[in-house]
């Protein structure tokens, strides 16, 4: 396999790109076509739905005979046994994020499991490592979702954190194709995550009104949200959220109560639709397997182009 790595021994795939987790939309009509196309799809467990997704899991079993892995977003965990949850769901790995990475790293690894950390910035790197962790996830300020209310962009982020640690890293935030998956590679990086560019692929569950959102979105049409208070987040700018961007009183997460309705009903004013800025790149809603491969084929095509054009 022309991308044997650390980071596709630990996960076992082919390609070592990872569909991001995502609440309600990370299950498993995403994470299975993920897994099928030689990749890692995760399962999320930030909705805290735990016995809907104790049921993904098991359909993931009748979809895919591939490798996948579970997220625990600890700032949502409700159930304290989540390690035990985890663990009893026979997956071999799972991402940590949204918490101290001091809180599950040892109990998860002395489950079996193969533990890597998202961090999104150095501090909080050699945190994770010091921990335990066998990898990290190093998320840059661009990527949708919840975010360190002081971002940092993947550009400096990555080659800092990979010059500082020596475990494996899978770089998120802004990656959708060869060109960025190839950059990732430079800098240090041996796997990438895609997050905003699996919410708007065609097994992505969430109602098309958000998909087209993400492709009408413009490289500046996402909003950051909450930096006054925890947790930061980084969403589609729509009229409430653009009203929100300066506005340091309102906690923005009282407007996920209605979430459900911009999730599946498609009302993108009724609560945040999360993404990244990399959604004004995405023209086009695609299956994940062409996404996949695409992104695959043209990476490996551009480090050979550069390579030559380069010679050394
Ligand atoms: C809709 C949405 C929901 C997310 N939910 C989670 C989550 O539950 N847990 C987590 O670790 N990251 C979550 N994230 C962050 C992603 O895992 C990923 O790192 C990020 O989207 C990468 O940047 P990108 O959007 O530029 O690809 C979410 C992102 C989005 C867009």
Same mark, same amino acid.
């Not at 699996?198 to 950051?224: G, Y």
């Not at 589609?236 to 599946?264: I, V």
């Given at each position: 396999?022309?991308?044997?790595? @650390? $980071?596709?021994?630990?996960?076992? $795939? ?30 999320? !467990? ?60 040892? &109990?998860?690894? &002395? /489950? ?12 909080? %790197? ?44 899978? /770089? ?16 240090? &990086? ?6 905003? @560019?699996? $919410?708007?692929?065609? +097994? ?8 087209? /959102?993400?492709? %009408? ?5 996402? $909003? ?24 340091? +009183?309102?906690?923005?997460? /009282?407007?996920?109560? =209605? ?9 993108? +004013? ?23 491969? =695409?992104?695959? !084929? ?10 030559? @054009?380069?010679? !050394?």
């Amino acid at each position: 396999m022309p991308f044997r790595n @650390r $980071v596709t021994e630990m996960l076992g $795939v082919d390609i070592p790109i990872v569909q991001a987790p995502m609440g309600w939309i990370a299950r498993s009509q995403l994470a299975s076509a993920v897994s099928n196309a030689g990749a890692l799809g995760i399962i999320e !467990t930030s909705s805290g739905e735990l016995d809907v997704i104790r049921d993904e899991i098991r359909k993931m079993r009748e979809l895919t005979d591939k490798p996948f892995g579970v997220n625990i977003a600890q700032a949502f965990v409700r159930d304290p046994n989540i390690v035990e949850f985890v663990a009893s769901q026979g997956v071999k790995f799972v991402t940590t994020s949204a918490g101290s990475p001091m809180r599950y790293t040892s &109990a998860l690894k &002395a /489950a079996g499991l193969t533990v890597f950390h998202v961090v999104p910035d150095l501090a909080g %790197a050699l945190k994770a490592v010091d921990a335990g962790v066998d990898g990290l996830v190093v998320e840059g300020g661009e990527g949708g979702g919840f975010k360190s209310p002081t971002p940092v962009s993947t550009m400096v982020l990555l080659p800092l954190i990979t010059s500082k640690v020596d475990v494996p890293i899978i /770089a998120a935030g802004g990656f959708l194709d060869g060109p960025t998956m190839a950059a990732a590679f430079a800098l240090g &990086a041996e796997g990438i995550q895609m997050g905003t @560019r699996m $919410v708007s692929a065609a +097994e992505s569950p969430i109602h098309d009104n958000w998909k087209q /959102a993400v492709l %009408a979105a413009r490289e500046t049409d996402t $909003v950051f949200l909450n930096r006054h208070t925890k947790p930061a987040l980084r969403a589609l700018r729509t009229e409430r959220t653009t009203a929100l961007e300066f506005d340091t +009183e309102t906690n923005a997460m /009282a407007l996920f109560g =209605r979430a459900m309705d911009l999730y599946f009903g498609g009302d993108m +004013e009724a609560a945040i639709a999360l993404s990244g800025q990399v959604a004004g790149r995405i023209d086009s809603i695609e299956p994940v397997a062409d996404i996949i491969h =695409r992104t695959a !084929t043209d990476c490996l095509a551009l480090l050979t182009t550069l390579a030559h @054009r380069y010679p !050394t």
